[in-house]
Structures are given as structure tokens and as C-alpha cells.
């Protein structure tokens, strides 16, 4: 089956720092990778397309300078939140679909929470 | 702009019980939808897909429907156990391929009381 990894599960970082999130697909190639973020009880809100080889495209409302994100390669895309602050604290998830067997949904990753201090 | 909302946003059931949870969707023209569970702290497990050519999916004690038409998607949960205390949300696909974007309801929390 299609498993997209996620890294690190957990991370406090102190305010003004960056802080990188790793997300790979493990047994499959993803030319396209989603980042959602999702505030306590609240849904999953798509912040950008991840597109292998160019630039991402991010939702409205998503400040493209602090969140960055690079799809370096097939199987990894990567989230940077820049200067972190307090309100960016939250738990971030990614999700990739296997090209060829889309019509068995996107995969998610397990998911990474931020916290700033 | 599509629109995902999921009633009840939370409900509590003594195990055994059969189950509806509702999510329903603006925009018809949607590509498929999926159920995903959610474990607190976790990410999501995919439990069915409904494309948009299909009226239902099932698995084990899962059953999901699908009415496009009117915009709505149920997932019956029989015999419920307190293992399938979580919150499950329904997502709409908008597209093919891989540009497809999910657009996720608020999910509905269940708990499932031994």
C-alpha cells in the first residue's frame, strides 16, 4: 500500500526560530504533495500544493514567505515555518496520492505538532 | 466555493449501538469522497472512498453512502464498539489527477461508552 512518513512527530521550538517538517513517500513516487494544518478541534485546512520539480501553490490566506515549502525530489517534500511565533503553534499534516491508484484516496502522513514558545 | 459540513459535531452512544454520522457538500461536482478516522494527536486513517459514479462503499461494519444529487454522504457504523471512539471526517475531492484537492468537514466525535 501507498505510506507517506512524516517527520518529526513532535517539535518545540522557541519563538522566532524555523523549524523544518519532512514528509516522504516511502513505497511510491508522489509528483504532487498536500500540507494541511489543523487547530485544536477544528478540520484539516489546506494550506498548499506541493509540486515536484517547481513551485508550490498556496492557498489563500497562506503567507507563501513564511511558510516555505521545497519538493526536492519524488519522494520528499519539505515545510519550513520561518520565524516562528506562538499563533503558528498547531499540528501540521501532509498527504500524497500514488500516481496510477489515485482512485484509492490520498494517504496521510502521521503528523507533526508545533509548539513555539 | 464547496462547502463540507458534518452533524452531529459530536455523539456519545452506549457500545452496540447502530450509528449515522452525516456530512453533506455544497458543490456537486465533486470527483469522489472519502472517510478518514482520526485517533486525538494522530493523523488520519482512510476507512472508504466513494467515487463520484458510486452509490456505496462497505467495509466490515462500515457502510458509506454516497447521493450526489443532494449533496449528501452518510457512514453507518453497526454494532459500535469503544474502539471506534474518534472523530471521522468526510473530505470531497474536487479533481482528478493528482491536483486534486480535499475539502474536509468540521468531523464528528464519537464515543463509544463500554
Known amino acids: 500500500g501507498a505510506v507517506v512518513s512524516q517527520h518529526p512527530s513532535r517539535v518545540i521550538c522557541k519563538s522566532g526560530t524555523s523549524v523544518k517538517i519532512e514528509c516522504r513517500s516511502l513505497?511510491?513516487?508522489?509528483?504532487?504533495m498536500f500540507w494541511y494544518r489543523q487547530f485544536p478541534k477544528q478540520s484539516l485546512m489546506l494550506m498548499a500544493t506541493s509540486n515536484e520539480g517547481s513551485k508550490a501553490t498556496y492557498e489563500q490566506g497562506v503567507e507563501k514567505d513564511k511558510f516555505l515549502i521545497n519538493h526536492a525530489s519524488l519522494t520528499l517534500s519539505t515545510l519550513t515555518v520561518t520565524s516562528a511565533h506562538p499563533e503558528d503553534s498547531s499540528f501540521y499534516i501532509c498527504?500524497?496520492?500514488?500516481?496510477?491508484?489515485?482512485?484509492?484516496?490520498?494517504?496521510f502522513g502521521s503528523g507533526t505538532r508545533l509548539t513555539v514558545v | 466555493k464547496q462547502e463540507v459540513t458534518q452533524i452531529p459535531a459530536a455523539l456519545s452512544v452506549p457500545e452496540g449501538e447502530n450509528l449515522v454520522l452525516n456530512c453533506s457538500f455544497t458543490d456537486s461536482a465533486i470527483y469522489n469522497l472519502q472517510w478518514f478516522r482520526q485517533d486525538p494527536g494522530k493523523g488520519l486513517t482512510s476507512l472508504l472512498l466513494?467515487?463520484?459514479?458510486?452509490r456505496e462503499q462497505t467495509s466490515g461494519r462500515l457502510n458509506a453512502s454516497l447521493d450526489k444529487s443532494s449533496g449528501r454522504s452518510t457512514l453507518y457504523i453497526a454494532a459500535s464498539q469503544p474502539g471506534d471512539s474518534a472523530t471521522y471526517l468526510c473530505?470531497?475531492?474536487?479533481?482528478?489527477?493528482?491536483?486534486?484537492?480535499?475539502?474536509f468537514g468540521q468531523g464528528t466525535t464519537l464515543q463509544v461508552k463500554p
Open positions: 498527504s500524497a496520492g500514488k500516481p496510477g491508484a489515485l482512485d484509492y484516496g490520498y494517504t
Open positions: 473530505a470531497v475531492r474536487l479533481g482528478s489527477g493528482n491536483t486534486g484537492k480535499l475539502i
Open positions: 466513494i467515487q463520484s459514479s458510486q
Open positions: 513505497d511510491f513516487q508522489a509528483t504532487t
